[in-house]
């Protein structure tokens, strides 16, 4: 599986980028046994935006969609947070297995994880990877050509973070990631180990 492949195809997109594009793509570089599907869902927890069911997944809900990996989303979001979420759970696709979270005391760990960091050595499996798909995701949703277009135009005030989250259709909360100081090596990095 490829992160590489996909995200060479989305950068050549327009935006908003297409949800369908994305997952046809990642369909076809994965093989035809991988079909994810994005599945409106109540969360237990108001922190839980989406989840990612892995194949192979004995959990009864994983059962529910014959072994296929599955994308949940939370329902009472607005629409470019659901967005955000299918795409960002999308990118788990090209974990390695050590970093998919297998019980749900793990995961409870996990979410505790990325609300109150621990020490360095005692970060619980995923989180890592919880914070490289949010760097995946928008590598995908906004190409590298418009996110430094964009940059350009928010440093002269031509622009401004609402507007750039509606051309883009994600989450104003998430907006500031694309022009962090390392988003590009982050992405960058992403594309060179995932490929």
Not at 80 to 92: G, I, N, S
Not at 112 to 141: C, N, R, W
Request: proline share 5%; net charge negative.
């Amino acid at each position: 599986m490829s992160y590489a492949q996909l995200h060479a195809v989305a950068q050549k997109q327009a935006i908003p980028v297409s949800l369908k594009i994305l997952f046809d793509t990642v369909t076809r570089i994965t093989g035809a046994e991988v079909q994810v599907r994005a599945v409106p869902t109540v969360s237990g927890s108001s922190r839980v935006r989406g989840a990612y069911l892995k194949p192979g997944d004995n959990s009864w809900l994983a059962g529910q969609f014959g072994g296929h990996p599955c994308i949940l989303i939370a329902s009472g979001q607005s629409d470019p947070a659901k967005r955000f979420a299918q795409v960002k759970e999308l990118m788990h696709v090209f974990d390695d297995a050590y970093d998919h979270v297998g019980t749900a005391d793990d995961f409870e760990v996990l979410l505790e994880q990325l609300t109150t960091p621990p020490a360095f050595d005692k970060i619980a499996p995923g989180v890592m990877s919880e914070h490289l798909a949010v760097y995946m995701a928008l590598g995908l949703l906004c190409p590298e050509a418009k996110r430094q277009e964009f940059a350009r135009e928010l440093n002269n005030g031509k622009i401004k973070v609402e507007e750039i989250a509606d051309a883009l259709q994600i989450p104003v909360s998430v907006v500031h990631i694309l022009f962090g100081e390392h988003t590009s090596a982050i992405i960058l990095h992403c594309v060179r180990h995932y490929c």
